[in-house]
């Protein structure tokens, strides 16, 4: 059992570190960053969507079937994360925060969402290592596959959200690290943390729709000049696309 252990934290510490991959915005001017930050918010909106529709949906309905039940998980996610965005906008607004320094409810709502979908990628490779060390390490390299575009469209959501590189570095490492609670629990409740797990896959998927089409979508929209369109519209179809290719990982 302590090698299962072993496995399973070296796995989710090399996740959780691969939300540093925004320190090489560092190496990019500010302003060339600006330019671009947009198409990855295009992107990230369609990492989002087809990681809910090509990665997400169909694990539930194969592991799980699909009823009512998950419908309703789904919609409790879509609504959770609505009250909480709610919420913050209303905190903002009355503690009345310099324009210069707000941070778009945005950013706050998808680092609650990252938060718990990096919980569910621990809880995930704990219950694959305890299944077998070979399919444990095979599901962690397609978690590390499928985290790279996601971690590079949740840093480019924080940084449009009005965080500086320093602080959405930091903040997308913390949520990271919730990979490790999840793989912890799933070792050591095993059974309890597997029922739960269409609970939060579904939840996730919910928060997921709703930050893409409520809150990325109309972000992108603000850009209305026809090239520039384009180019935001082939972002997005390629976010798509990335999630679509892991399916064959």
């Keep these: ?116 979908h990096n919980f569910i990628d621990g809880l995930i490779i704990g219950a694959s290592y305890l299944v077998s060390i070979p399919v444990g390490i095979a599901t962690t390299l397609a978690v590390i596959f499928h985290e790279i575009p996601q971690e590079i469209g949740d840093f480019a959501i924080l940084i449009h959200g009005g965080y500086s590189k320093k602080k959405a570095l930091f903040l997308n490492f913390i949520t990271a690290l919730t990979a490790i609670i999840g793989v912890v629990l799933a070792l050591v409740f095993g059974t309890i943390t597997e029922n739960l797990t269409p609970f939060l896959i579904s939840i996730a998927a919910g928060s997921f729709i709703y930050i893409a089409g409520s809150d990325l979508i109309p972000e992108v929209h603000k850009e209305v000049q026809g090239k520039k369109s384009i180019i935001l519209l082939t972002a997005f179809l390629f976010g798509i696309f990335i999630m679509y290719l892991l399916t064959f990982i």
């Excluded at 570190?17 to 947009?38: D, E, P, V």
């Design 1 to 116: 059992m302590a090698h299962i252990w072993l496995y399973s934290i070296i796995s989710v510490i090399i996740i959780s570190l691969l939300s540093l991959i925004g320190i090489f915005t560092f190496l990019i001017k500010q302003k060339l960053l600006n330019k671009i930050i947009l198409y990855l918010v295009s992107f990230s909106a369609g990492a989002l969507f087809g990681d809910t529709f090509i990665h997400l949906l169909p694990e539930l309905v194969n592991t799980y079937s699909f009823g009512t039940k998950i419908s309703l998980f789904i919609l409790s996610g879509i609504i959770l994360t609505f009250i909480i965005e709610k919420f913050v906008k209303w905190r903002h607004c009355h503690l009345h925060y310099h324009q210069d320094h707000k941070i778009h409810s945005f950013a706050i709502i998808n680092l609650i969402g990252d938060t718990v």
